[in-house]
């Protein structure tokens, strides 16, 4: 779970740390997320394969923040402090992230961690007036949150999401945020690979971040990335780092996740994934999603799923990876039926399954 710090700027920083456990598979390599302060988050990361296609029209760093940084918000969150920072006394402290505007109606984007555990909310937009917020919803499992102010529409300017998936690898991207603070600061860089995995702050897996050596700080959470037509194509969530700082190696959660989870915490305020309940590995003999761990009370525990069966289809189709069965089980919605194929001891099963809710925590 996340933990609050109170540091000298009273920023907010999320320490926690990754369980090997997620979702429907295990993560291999560590790297680090950040927060909104001076303290860095162990998270899992996960290395797939990069399949990228083509982009588009280009346009120069200079124009891109001249038409991009009246979108960019700073969003500054009241919470209340460990009693144990006070002396025992308890109080209140400060998180600051960033965010940016995504329609014509208020409605602002940020990172789950940013409002998470907020008593209230505050969103500045680039003249410098702040806006009570009101948070729309969150996403623990994708690290998104929608929030909505008050503000004539003669001052919001909503930037156009892009389409991740066409991103290459070596694309110019920029980030725009607030780092330390520094409200309208833009850093640049490229897509240094695709298709990464990081962990949500509930600790299942966030598939498809685009990572980037665009310098991320603390602030920066919530932030588009953007590309070089101007478009966003994710929010900028986490770092690896061992000093806290920017060591060049950042990830964003990619806009075709981003508005999916948007769009459906605006129309409804939250979002549920379907959950098997179990921890797996890959498997190369026979190929596919080997079953380390079946959680007690979940729709796996329920079925026949044992510890050492190997999956290598949902529903006829193909798994021949632990990533690949959980994405299979996400793109599923809680109360779907599936029927598993799978290996056990040399014999072939097929298992039906009905999908439960990923929980929150």
Known sequence: MPTLFKNPRTKLATAMTSAALIGAG????????????GTT???????NSAEPTANSTTSSINDIYKNSYKSVVEVTVSSVADSQAFGGNGGTQQAQGSGFVYDDQGHVITNQHVVDGAQSVKVTLWNGKTYNATVVGTDTSTDIAVLHIDAPASVLAPLSLGDSSKLQVGDGVVAIGSPFGLEGTLTSGIVSAL?????????????????????????????????????????????ESESGGNDGVGFAVSSNTVKRIADALISSGSVNHAYLGVATETSTSPA?????TVRSGTPAAGSDLTAGDVVTAVDGQKVSSSDQLRELIDAHNPGDSVTLTVSRNGDTKSLKVVLGTRPNA
């Open 41 to 47: 988050v162990v998270r899992q990361v996960t290395v």
């Open 195 to 239: 298709h990464r995995q990081i962990t949500a702050p509930n600790d299942f897996a966030i598939d498809d971040a685009i990572q980037t050596d665009a310098a991320i700080n603390h602030g920066n959470s919530g932030g588009p990335l953007l590309d070089m037509s101007g478009r966003v194509v994710g929010v900028t969530s986490q770092i």
């Open 288 to 292: 596919g999603a080997k079953i380390a």
């Open 26 to 37: 295990g993560a291999a390599a560590v790297y680090a997320a950040f927060g909104d302060g």
